[in-house]
């Protein structure tokens, strides 16, 4: 399995609304941490993720979390 690009060593804070996102898993997006498409012709695929009521929430932007699409602190051991 190929490994992703580090798109940045630390999370994204952002206040997100009810809807399905779509998280970067291949680190090339120009809009991370959101999907822009830049995985086609890879392996990788975003993640798709659910938010129920608004809230904020720390994404992962090193795409190592072992809690994808969240943050879980990774980054420091990169």
Known sequence: MK???????APK????EPGTYYWCAC?????????DGSHAGSEFTPMPFKIDVKKDVWLC???HSNNK??????????
Not at 13 to 16: A, I, N
Not at 27 to 35: A, D, E, I, R, W
Request: hydrophobic fraction near 25%; proline fraction near 9%.
């Open 61 to 63: 932007q090193c795409k």
């Open 69 to 78: 699409p969240y943050c879980d602190g990774t980054h420091r051991k990169l």
């Open 13 to 16: 804070m952002l206040t997100l």
């Open 27 to 35: 680190g090339k997006s120009k809009n991370q941490p959101f999907c």
């Open 3 to 9: 490994t992703p690009i580090i798109a940045e060593k």
